[in-house]
């Protein structure tokens, strides 16, 4: 075989290569950017509806860099967030205690649900 034949046999695998790991990323960004609405569908639909405001303010952002795709979610009352998804204790101004305000645990389990179905290859998150 000859030295220029060995060229042209490693670009061509090194293309293909290259069109491959392009392709899946392109995948794996799409799988990302719908595990990312299929959050905010989650928890809009799960989350507190007391007014609604909160429920409405669930969105996600997407981040593409050259380590890959970043979706965020987040609310619009990110101060609300941490109250209603974790315990926290019931006081007045002067300190006293009335007791404990329970989470809902909202958030940690629409983000285990939709973490395995990201891991799982994707579909609606039930």
């Known amino acids: 075989m000859s030295r220029g034949t060995s060229n042209d046999i490693e670009r061509t695998i090194n293309a293909y290569m290259r069109e491959c790991i392009d ?5 794996l960004e ?10 905010v569908k ?7 509806k007391r007014s609604g405001q909160y429920a409405k303010g669930w969105k996600y952002s997407v ?3 050259e380590a890959g795709v970043e979706v965020t979610v987040h609310n ?3 101060q609300l967030t941490h109250l209603l998804e974790n315990d926290h204790l019931i006081k007045n101004q002067t300190g ?12 940690s389990s629409v983000a ?9 290859g994707g579909g609606d998150a039930k």
């Open 23 to 27: 392709e899946n990323e392109e995948v």
């Open 42 to 48: 989650e928890l809009k639909k799960e989350s507190r």
């Open 63 to 65: 981040d593409s860099g």
């Open 112 to 120: 285990e649900r939709i973490g395995e179905q990201f891991a799982n």
């Open 96 to 107: 006293k205690t009335y007791g404990t305000a329970h989470g809902d645990k909202v958030i």
């Open 76 to 78: 619009k009352q990110y």
């Open 30 to 39: 799409q799988r990302a950017i719908d595990a990312g609405k299929d959050a």
